[in-house]
C-alpha cells in the first residue's frame, strides 16, 4: 500500500534519471503512481529503468536520451513532456563531479562541468517553468550540495556550479511564488552513488590514483540515495526554500550561517578524515 495518493497520477519530470539520486527519486515517484517522464545521457540504461518504474507503480514511464546541457534536447524533451499539460514536479537532478583546484582545472573541464550542472538546470526552468506557471501550480525542485554554500579548493569549479544552481533556486521562488509555483533546492553531502567513478580528477591533491580511494569513502560512508530521494518528495510536498540532506550537509549549512570560519576549518578536517579513512579501508 501507498503511503499516500499525493503524487498518484500526477506528471513528474526528472533529469538524470538513470542512476544514483534520479534513479532513487524516479523509483519514490514511481511508487507512489505517478506518471513519469525520465531523462538521461546514457540512453542504454533507459529501457531497463523503465520497467522498473512500471514494476514499482508507475502509472505511465516516457523516456528519453537527453543532454540537459544541449538547449535544443531540452526544449524537445519539454515538448514531449508537456503535450498533454505542464508537469506537477520538475526534478533538476542531472550532474557531473569534477575534483580539483581552478590551478589545475582546465576552461574545457569548466565547460563540461557548467553545460550539465548549471545550465542543465536553466534549461529544465527555462522551457518548464512557463508552463508551471501559465497553470498556476506545481513544484521545480533543483538537487545542488552542500558544496553550493562551502566550496572548498578541493572542487573549486563543482562548488561553483552548486552554488550557481542555489543562487538560481532563490531568485526563481520569489518569482514564480506569486504564480503559485514553488521552487525548492536540495542540497546532499556525501552520497554513495556512481558520480565518484565518472567525475574528472585534476592536479596533484586528486590525481587519477586517488580515484579508488574517493570511491571507497563513499562506500564506507554508505548514504544511500534513496534516502535523499525521500527528501526530494518532502521537498515537492512541502516547498522548503533549501533542504540539507546527510548530517554534514546541516552542519556546515548551520556554520555558514552562524559561524563562517568554523565551518571553514570543520570542512578542511571533514576533507582530511576523509582520505585517512577512504586509505585505511582494504
Not at 58 to 74: I, L, N, P
Not at 224 to 235: D, G, I, K, M, S
Not at 260 to 266: A, D
Request: aromatic share 8%; charged share 20%.
Amino acid at each position: 500500500m501507498r503511503a499516500s495518493a499525493e503524487f498518484a497520477e500526477q506528471l513528474v519530470v526528472i533529469t538524470g534519471a538513470a542512476s544514483g539520486i534520479g534513479r532513487a527519486t524516479a523509483l519514490a515517484f514511481a511508487r507512489e503512481g505517478a506518471e513519469l517522464f525520465v531523462c538521461d545521457l546514457a540512453g542504454d540504461r533507459l529501457a531497463g529503468l523503465q520497467a522498473e518504474l512500471l514494476a514499482a507503480g508507475a502509472r505511465r514511464v516516457h523516456a528519453a536520451t537527453v543532454d540537459v546541457g544541449s538547449r535544443q534536447q531540452m526544449a524537445d524533451f519539454c515538448e514531449q513532456a508537456c503535450r498533454r499539460g505542464a508537469p506537477d514536479v520538475l526534478v533538476n537532478n542531472a550532474g557531473v563531479g569534477l575534483a580539483g583546484g581552478l590551478l589545475a582545472t582546465s576552461l574545457e573541464d569548466w565547460q563540461w562541468l557548467l553545460n550539465v550542472n548549471l545550465w542543465g538546470v536553466v534549461h529544465g526552468c527555462h522551457f518548464f517553468a512557463p508552463k508551471m506557471a501559465a497553470r498556476g501550480r506545481g513544484q521545480i525542485v533543483n538537487i545542488a550540495s552542500a558544496a553550493g554554500y562551502y566550496n572548498s579548493e578541493a572542487m573549486i569549479a563543482y562548488g561553483t556550479s552548486k552554488a550557481a544552481v542555489i543562487g538560481l533556486s532563490e531568485g526563481l521562488r520569489a518569482e514564480l511564488a506569486p504564480l503559485g509555483v514553488g521552487v525548492s533546492v536540495v542540497c546532499p553531502g556525501f552520497i554513495n552513488t556512481s558520480i565518484t567513478a565518472n567525475m574528472r580528477m585534476r592536479g596533484p591533491a586528486y590525481p587519477e590514483s586517488e580515484r579508488a580511494n574517493v570511491q571507497r569513502f563513499y562506500e564506507n560512508r554508505n548514504y544511500a540515495p534513496e534516502r535523499v530521494a525521500t527528501q526530494v518528495l518532502r521537498a515537492a510536498r512541502q516547498n522548503p526554500a533549501l533542504l540539507p540532506v546527510t548530517p554534514e550537509a546541516w552542519a556546515l549549512y548551520a556554520m555558514k550561517r552562524i559561524a563562517p570560519n568554523l565551518g571553514r576549518r570543520v570542512l578542511v578536517a571533514l576533507q582530511g578524515w576523509a582520505k585517512r579513512r577512504a586509505r585505511s579501508k582494504p
